[in-house]
C-alpha cells in the first residue's frame, strides 16, 4: 500500500495528515502551524476554548477554505491539490442540524446515505455497521 508524502516511514495508514497548518484573518492569526496525524480507522477529538481554530481547522480539512501556509492530506489527498477527491471521501456535518431533534442518529444517517446516492440496502448496511460499532 503506497504511502502519503506527508507519511514518515511504515506506520498505519493515515486519515487526516498537516504539517505546519497556518491561517490568519487579516492581522488575526488563528492557526499557528498545525501538526496532526490522525490514524485511519480512529476516532479523533478536537478539543479547544472558543477561538481556538477549531472550525477553521475543520473547514481547511474539508476544503471550505484554504490554508495560507503548509500541507494537509485527507484520505491520502492534498486538499490543496485534489480537493474533488477530499470532498468525495469526506463527510462532514455541523454540530447542529435543523432536524436532530426531530431524527433519531439511523435516520439521520439514512438520509445521508440518501443524499450520497448510497443504493438503499447499500445505505441500511453501513447504518447498522455504524450503530453496531459505536453503540
Not at 487579516?26 to 490514524?39: E, M, N, S, T, Y
Not at 470532498?87 to 432536524?99: D, E, L, M, P
Amino acid at each position: 500500500m503506497p504511502t502519503s508524502k506527508l507519511d514518515s516511514g511504515p506506520q498505519p495508514p493515515v486519515a487526516v495528515s498537516t504539517v505546519g497548518l497556518r491561517k490568519s484573518y487579516g492581522d488575526k492569526l488563528v492557526l499557528d502551524g498545525i501538526d496532526l496525524r490522525i490514524p485511519a480507522g480512529s476516532v479523533f477529538a478536537l478539543l479547544g476554548p472558543n477561538g481556538a481554530g477549531k472550525t477553521t481547522a475543520v473547514k481547511i480539512l474539508s476544503t471550505l477554505i484554504a490554508a495560507d501556509d503548509g500541507q494537509a492530506e485527507v484520505a491520502g489527498h492534498d486538499i490543496a491539490t485534489s480537493p474533488q477527491a477530499v470532498r468525495a471521501a469526506i463527510g462532514v456535518t455541523g454540530q447542529f442540524s435543523a432536524v436532530d431533534g426531530l431524527i433519531t442518529g439511523e435516520e439521520n444517517m439514512l438520509l445521508m446515505a440518501d443524499l450520497h446516492h448510497l443504493p438503499r440496502g447499500e445505505g441500511r448496511r453501513v447504518t447498522a455497521g455504524l450503530l453496531e460499532r459505536f453503540d
